[in-house]
């Protein structure tokens, strides 16, 4: 199966965003030890600083946080294929339900609107870096919205990833020249 | 020049063609027709000519397509982004634009020889009222051919075609055709530009870009994804084959994967309507509950009128859409 990592490089600060994409059939199974597993890494690789990074779960609905924020450098949110195109589908309702009570027109709704209604229910932000691992080529439903301009850097296996290998990822997203359609 | 190139294959590209065609094959490929102007620097011409050669390799692709037995293509020739580039080469793409829709409407013959059918997918309000006209003449002069597709994005964004979509869902319930609690998933892809045409099997991007520019989110959500680094004009026979064999590869993986979105898409659809017939027993109910068979039949009754709404609403979205075409107007001030 595979695993997504996203990470957002910010320019000014060595924040990273990590969000952790699992296939439907593994997540439900393994919730917990998921979770297990995680803190666990966390413990590991941070160490003293592990106190200092937040894991949030992201399960189609509410953003919930099941962990208190010490202090906010880096947000691991772990994803599933319902906060794809459902979250599409809900934010669409949502603004389907305010027309039928003409609180608003269809001829309203554009882009923006969408966009703020689905930033509204979940706060992510669009990733700058897509890191695939595994041999299937496809996004598997990832957030179509916010993968607009994604840059996608394709890795082997998530199995025994090394430092090297996420930096290498990370040069070549540095080598990507975003023209915007200009 | 002409929208199908007429191009045989070698003896060694038809061996390649027939091996290929031994496996799985995919029914509809997209394009990121991506490098024009990069392969204009190279040979030392102009963009415009750069843009010229990207069209003509679109009509070779789409000759070679047909011969590996991929009837549909859809292209990404023109990006509502792309209106930020200079006035000069903007003027030129739509000049390029009206020669080959022009063009089109002339050789009438030979498209219906092939049995292309033309479809330009985005917002076409944005574009010079001259070539709408142009645009919605070769789409109906094309309309009943049905041997093979061609869909080409032209003033597109995938978010300005999600958006669009949910619009027209918000205009269904406006029109008293739909419920709120009807749209869902599968809703919302009848409502997309693209809804004529199943979702593409393989997208291909050119020129070494791995991203995708707001391009079919929605529709290559279960896609093989290849990016190739070869510049589109220079785009041959030999990269479509490794395009196609790599989505041999993942083929297995996508069609389940697919497979499974669509059994949640299913049980989705199902659970919604339980629980709008849950909430129409509350509303009607008299206290006393329901037997399992009343309620079974209760949700049979209701899935089918729902199926029956729906079902009118895209007959009118399509009615909607068929009469579009013949009143080019402005574009509307709010982006």
Known sequence: YNRYIYAKMKHTHAALYLLKYIKQSVFRRNNSRLMEGILKQQQELLGMDSSKYSVEFMKNGTDKQEHQVLSCQSVVKVLSPDDGRLSIVQAAQQLCRAVELKEKTSKDINVTVLDSLLRESKNIPDPDLVLKFGPVESTLGFLPWHIRLTEIISMPSHVDVSYDDLFGALQRYAMCDQRLGK | ?335
């Not at chain 2, 199908?4 to 027939?18: D, G, P, Q, V």
């Not at chain 2, 419920?179 to 979702?199: A, F, R, T």
């Open chain 2, 1 to 335: 020049m002409s929208w199908i190139r007429e191009r045989e294959l070698s003896f060694i590209e038809r061996l390649t063609a027939n091996i290929l065609k031994a496996g799985p094959m995919p029914k509809h490929v997209a394009f990121i027709m991506d490098g024009n102007r990069r392969f204009a620097q190279k040979a030392h011409v102009q963009r415009q000519e750069g843009h010229s050669q990207g069209f003509e390799k679109l009509a070779e692709t789409l000759r070679l397509c047909l011969n590996l037995g991929i009837h549909e293509v859809t292209v990404y020739a023109f990006s509502i982004e792309n209106f930020k580039r200079s006035k000069e080469e903007v003027d030129g793409l739509m000049e390029l634009a009206r020669q080959k829709f022009s063009r089109l409407l002339t050789e009438h013959e030979n498209l219906e020889r092939h049995g292309v059918c033309i479809r330009v997918l985005g917002d076409l309000t944005l574009l010079p009222i001259d070539l709408q006209q142009l645009i919605a003449k070769a789409v109906v002069a094309t309309k009943a051919h049905n041997k093979c597709f061609l869909n080409v994005c032209f003033a597109y964004t995938s978010r300005h075609e999600i958006a669009n979509a949910v619009k027209e869902m918000a205009w269904g319930v406006e029109q008293g055709l739909i419920k709120p609690s009807d749209v869902s998933e599968v809703l919302l892809g009848e409502c997309l530009y693209s809804s004529n045409s199943p979702n593409p099997d393989l997208l291909i991007r050119t020129s070494g870009e791995v991203r995708l520019s707001d391009f079919l989110l929605w529709q290559t959500s279960y896609s093989c994804l290849v990016f190739q680094s070869v510049l589109w004009p220079e785009y041959s026979f030999w990269n479509l084959c490794e395009a196609v064999l790599q989505y041999q590869l993942s083929y297995r993986s996508l069609q389940k994967a697919g497979d499974l979105h669509r059994e949640g898409q299913a049980l989705q659809q199902m659970e919604a309507d339980r629980c709008c017939v849950a909430e129409l027993l509350q509303h009607r109910g008299n206290g006393k509950p329901m037997d399992a068979q009343s309620r079974q039949k209760e949700l049979l009754n209701y899935t089918a009128s729902r199926e029956e709404r729906v079902h009118c609403f895209l007959n009118a979205l399509q009615h909607k859409r068929d009469t579009a075409p013949f009143l080019p107007r402005r574009a509307a001030a709010s982006v």
